[in-house]
């Protein structure tokens, strides 16, 4: 079956450091693929998405690009703060949405030290 | 202000003892789905709706019921609670189904323990 395969955490940065979460997709054909991330306390907010391959999505100076070839939808930001410590989803959605359900990976806590 | 509103926030409660958890969005959304967050595991999805009267299950169905009489509201329902159900819950809504890639709107999130 489909599934998302994210980095283990926690990812201990400190602040203005680069960012990289990976994540690994198996599905067939063209899902759709997103990052969610969760502040303590709050529910998941959609950070960026990306529903085709190629598509970089991007938002907060977050980045990642739809990789079909590797599979692969690396999350990166380029100088990291203290407020984004938070945990981080990869989600997939599947073509056509066809069972109507996100499939999550098991999240990534990141820590920014300041 | 658009949002999903999820209550009660926080519930300790026995086994066996019938609970509700309310779930709501002010969005006009079509879609709804119940998920539980468990460590390591993710968000598992529960139960999910297309539109009123019109609910299907997800990958983790047993022991939870759901409804959908208005399009607003997707109450879910622990009829006899065990502890296996503690876990963390959340609600989310979207316009439509997943095609397309929409975006999926989750509420605060419930934390239930059941001793």
């Known amino acids: 079956g489909n599934s998302v395969t994210q980095m283990e955490g926690p990812v201990t940065l400190s602040e203005e450091a680069f960012l990289t979460i990976n994540c690994t997709y198996t599905?067939?054909?063209?899902?759709?693929l997103f990052w969610y991330v969760q502040y303590p306390g709050e529910g998941l907010q959609l950070l960026l998405k990306?529903?085709?391959?190629?598509d970089k999505g991007s938002n907060k100076g977050f980045e990642a690009t739809y990789r079909k070839e590797t599979t692969s939808f690396h999350l990166e930001k380029g100088s990291v703060q203290v407020s984004d410590s938070a945990v981080y989803f990869c989600a997939l959605s599947e073509p056509g949405g066809a069972t109507n359900k996100l499939i999550f990976g098991t999240g990534t806590l990141l820590a920014v030290q300041p | 202000e658009a949002q999903v509103t999820q209550n009660p926030r926080y519930l300790i409660t026995v086994t066996g003892k019938k609970l509700t958890v309310t779930c709501s969005q002010n969005m006009n959304h079509e879609y709804m789905s119940w998920y539980r967050q468990d460590p390591g595991l993710g968000l598992r999805q529960i139960y999910y709706s297309m539109n009123v009267e019109v609910t299907d299950k997800g990958d983790v169905p047993e022991g939870y019921k759901v409804s959908r009489k208005e399009k607003r509201n997707f109450p879910l329902i622990l009829e006899s609670p065990s502890p296996n159900q503690t876990s963390l819950y959340f609600c989310a809504s979207s316009p439509y189904g997943l095609a397309g890639g929409y975006e999926q709107y989750f509420g605060p999130g419930t934390r239930l323990t059941v001793t």
């Open positions: 990306a529903t085709k391959a190629d």
């Open positions: 599905a067939t054909g063209y899902p759709s």
